[in-house]
Structure formats: C-alpha cells, structure tokens
C-alpha cells in the first residue's frame, strides 16, 4: 500500500488541478497570447473551466446604490466615452440601470470650468445617473472655486433620500 499523500503539490501530476494565471500586457506579443494559452491547457492536470465569479457583475448585483465620491476628470472622462478599463469603470459600464448611480465630482476648479467637463456630466445625467455637484472652496492646491467634492453630510443625505425613495421605504 503506498503513503497518502500529506499535501497537495505531492500528488501525482495528473491528479492535481493547477490554475495558472497569465497576465499580459500592451506589447505586440500580446498577440501570441492565444497559442499560448491554447499550448498551457494541453499541461496534463491544467484547470480548464472558469468557476470563479466575475467581480464586477457580482458587485452589480450585490448592491442597491452605487456612489463614486469623489468622481475625478479622469474617470469623469472615461465613463461618459464608455472606456471600462478597471474595476470601477467595468462596474460603472455594466450597472443595473433599474437601481441607482449617484457621482460626486471633484476636480481642480480650472479641469472643472473646462468645457468638455460640462459636456461629460452632461452624458452622465443623459444616462441617469444623479449629481452630486461640487461645491465651491478653496481647494488643496491653493486654488478657491468650484471643484470640491460635496461635503459628507451632503453626500450622505442625498444617499439616503435616493435609496429610501427608491427602496419604498420610510426613513426615520
């Protein structure tokens, strides 16, 4: 009779699932991404299908409400032209329209005062999200003017109005 073995990577190669995970990146090689993931798969033991969960449509679904505070001219940017390009943005781009987004710009007050910033918020309202507006301040850089993200009091209020308004429920 042969010995149990005592972990995991002592088990004969074909018994033990291995998953590998590739992580590529912008080079031209990238294009030599298939074959190679196609080659890994023939590994005897290799992990062949996908049981994981895919984070950004489980937290679509897991919550009620979305807030983005702040909301910088970055992401601002990226959302309004639809680039879902990490985490955030893939939740953004993939939201359940029938709940809730609600976004808190905050940007220097020169970025805010740019033109193609109105037109961003612009496309954020047009796909139904609701505005948290900044407020005017002096900023961290030294600036004062519009560009600071609402204050927290604000920001929490209208949470609770949109939810308690959207759940049905009253708020205490």
Known sequence: ??????????????????????????SVAALKSPLLVSKLL???GMWKSRSDPVLHIDLRRWADLLLVAPLD???????ASGICDNLLTCVIRAWD???????????????WEHPVTAQQ??????FG???????AKKLVCG??????M???????????????QHSGFQQS
Request: charged letters at 20%; a negative charge; proline letters at 8%.
């Open 1 to 26: 009779m042969e010995p149990k073995a005592s972990c995991p990577t002592a088990a004969p190669l074909v018994e033990r699932k291995f998953h590998v995970l590739v992580g590529v990146t912008g």
């Open 42 to 44: 023939d590994i005897p």
């Open 73 to 79: 001219a970055n992401t601002l940017g990226k959302v």
């Open 97 to 111: 329209h029938s709940k809730p987004l609600l976004f808190c710009p905050a940007m220097n007050t020169a970025m």
């Open 121 to 126: 918020v612009d496309q954020l309202k047009a």
């Open 129 to 135: 999200y609701v505005e948290i507006p900044c407020v």
């Open 143 to 148: 600036d004062e003017g519009l560009g600071a």
């Open 150 to 164: 609402a204050e927290v009091g604000t920001i929490v209020d209208k949470v609770k109005e949109v939810l308690f």
